[in-house]
Structures are given as structure tokens and as C-alpha cells.
């Protein structure tokens, strides 16, 4: 990124991505759909509307659904109350968790088998009473599925990897004696646009290789600057003097300087601070950030 282009934002995004997998991925959960009682849909906390797959959303809207806020310990704990009252008052089913510490996963067992137990009940009544409770686990890459499955399971049975869309084949596990999981390969929706593509690209749902990244870092810095302008300056160790009327262009480049990102003749390695800044924000050393908030 020049010096004269430090007063502009980052351009729009606008990326058609669909590869062959995500379209038969798409016909074949449409179809699996019919198997299934419940949807469990896994939104990454941090941006519950980006992360929710807009053609998911309208396949599975005649479903017995619960959302799932996961990666909730990265996200403002404040922000994810606001979207589980946001759905509630839609008459919509919505749940933090944290699949990496199991935080919220019995109360997720509890509410399939609540959700689900008139169904049972009149299946009893007919004399079908082992029926199982059959559960599609859904979320578009990097918003913790695997993680979710295995946690859910107490073992590793779902492939996991730090990859956007690692997990590549359906597959059903038995839970307890009365739920069964469909696991489904992470699914986008073919076209992104403007702020979601970007929300999508910081959390690196989508590839890292599709989009430049010192121009996603400086859209990033932006939105934190603005709303968690803290958070920077006590992780960089920044002064307020410091930042004040600062550049996001300037920014990066103090950045830069504070972590020793620089090449041969102390100039900053861009590339080098925008790939600190992306994985600080991904790892959550940047404290507890929500990037959408509900509108009041």
C-alpha cells in the first residue's frame, strides 16, 4: 500500500468463488434435509450475520433449528447476549458455545432432545419408541464445525484443520442412545460482496491467497480502530499521543515498527504487519471483539 493511498479505505470486495464441491455440497444437503428432525446451524460469534450462509438459511427455514454463537470466548461477551435476545424476540433458537472448552455443549444436547420431544412423543404413541433424533450440524468453513462435532462426541471424530473447508465427506455419529449427527463439508454461497466478504475474510473463512492481505489488514485496522481502539494500543504498547489523528496508513506502519516488522533499511514489512495484525485478531490477542452488532 503507497503513502498516497493512505487516506482511502480499502476497496470493496467482490468475489465470485463457487468451487465444484460447494455446488454438490449444496444439492446434497438439500437433499440429506429430508433425513433429518434438526438443523444445528454454527455461526462464529464474532460475525453472526456473515457467517450464516444465506442459501442455508433459506433451505433449512422449515426446520427445527438451533444457532449456535461458537468461538464465543473471542467475542464480546456483551455482543453475543444482544444477538441471542436479537434471535429469541424472532422466535429463533440461539446459544453461545465454545466448542474448544465445552462450554455450552450439554445445554445444547438438552435442547435437541427438548425441541424434539413432542415429535417423540406422538412417534411413542404410535409404538415407534426408539426413534432416534437425527441432527444436521451445518457452517460454512472455519467456524469451528469439527471442533463442535468432536467436542460434542468427547473424541476426535471429525477431521479438523487449520483450513478453510477441511472437512470433506458426510458422515453420521451417534451421540447417546437417542441422537445421531450428520456431519456436512462447509458450504459458502457463491457470491460475496463489501463488508460480509471482508467479515469472512478476517476470521479467514475465505482463503487467505483470494484476497490481497495488506489491503484486508487495513480494512481490519479500520473497523478496530474505530470500535476498539484499546485493544490496539495496549497490545502494540501504543501511547496516545502516539495515535492521535493518526492514518490507518500511519497506523500500520507504527505497528510495524513497534513489532520490529521491518527489511533492509528499516523500512516496515508490510506484508510482515498485516499477517501480525490478521492473527492477532484470529487468535483473540486482541481481546474479545464483535464486529457486528445488533442495530438498536
Known sequence: MKKNEEQKSCPSVNINWYPGHMAKTKKQIEEDLKLVDVVVEILDARIPLSSQNPDIKELTKNKKKILLLNKSDLASETETKKWIQYWQKKN????????NTGEGIATVLKTIKDICSNDLA??????????NIRVMVIGIPNVGKSSFINRITRKSSAEVGNKPGVTKQKKWIRIDEQIELLDTPGVLWPKFEDKSALHLAYTGTIKDEILN????????????FQNYKTNLIERY?????????????????????KRGALVAGGIIDEEKV???????????KLGRITLERVEA
Do not use: H, P
Request: no cysteine; net charge positive.
Open 92 to 99: 429463533k433458537i440461539a446459544l453461545q458455545i465454545n466448542s
Open 122 to 131: 406422538i412417534q411413542a404413541e404410535k409404538g415407534r419408541i426408539k426413534k
Open 237 to 257: 504498547k501504543l501511547k496516545e499521543d502516539e495515535v492521535k489523528d493518526i492514518t490507518i496508513f500511519g497506523l500500520m506502519q507504527l505497528i510495524g515498527k
Open 274 to 284: 498485516a499477517n501480525i495484525i490478521l492473527d492477532d485478531f484470529r487468535m483473540g
Open 213 to 224: 492481505k495488506q489491503e484486508v489488514a487495513y480494512s481490519l485496522l479500520t473497523e478496530l
